[in-house]
């Protein structure tokens, strides 16, 4: 099988033999053949035959790929090559390939940038530091400030500490949430 990614005739044989035994091995060489080596005759033929083989054996993304390979052998702004971006798309999304969603946008000419993921735990680490921080500075106030205990100062240091720690607690009750 090695041979077969290195020689065409090694190649067509192994095409040939896989179409009986294993058909994803098959979708495989044909999409190689058609865009890496372009040993294939027909590479448009080709890649449609690796889509159905792939889309039957359930491995979407191969698919998808082999779909964004052939819409490049076809005319821009045509109804065929913008469903096959269109269907590329909807299975990277699926699958979360951010390679292949960049790709397709790239084959469409656009210079979209796709949005980054956000961590789920952004917000309540946040939380917690905002908190530890309005805490502590306040819980500083509140040691330094020198005059009667119902101070302005002193009670604005001490609503200070309580919202830190409330911040501090909930940010802890979130990230418990999302683990």
């Known amino acids: 099988m090695e041979e077969a990614y290195r020689n065409e005739a090694a190649w067509d044989a ?3 033999e896989a179409r009986k035994k294993d058909p994803v091995t098959c979708g495989d060489l044909l999409r190689y053949g ?3 080596k372009t040993w ?4 448009a033929k080709d890649l449609r035959e690796a889509i159905k083989i792939f889309d039957k054996e359930s491995v979407p993304v191969e698919a998808a790929w082999c779909r ?5 052998h076809l005319r821009k702004k045509s109804s065929g090559r913008e469903r096959l971006l269109d269907e590329a798309y909807r299975a990277f999304e699926k699958a979360k390939d951010r390679d292949g969603m960049s ?3 790239e084959a469409r000419g656009s210079k979209e940038e796709l949005p980054e993921d956000s961590d ?4 309540p680490a946040l939380a917690m530091g905002a908190g530890a921080i309005i805490g502590m500075v306040s819980f500083i106030g509140l040691m330094s400030w020198e005059g009667g205990i119902l101070n302005t100062l002193f009670l604005a240091s001490a609503t200070g500490c309580l919202t830190g720690l409330g911040l501090l607690v909930a940010g802890i009750y979130l990230m418990w949430k999302v683990s």
């Open 103 to 105: 790709s397709v946008l």
């Open 68 to 72: 964004l390979d052939l819409a490049s």
């Open 14 to 16: 192994a095409v040939r």
């Open 40 to 43: 294939s005759k027909d590479p």
């Open 34 to 36: 058609a865009v890496v």
């Open 120 to 123: 789920p735990t952004n917000g």
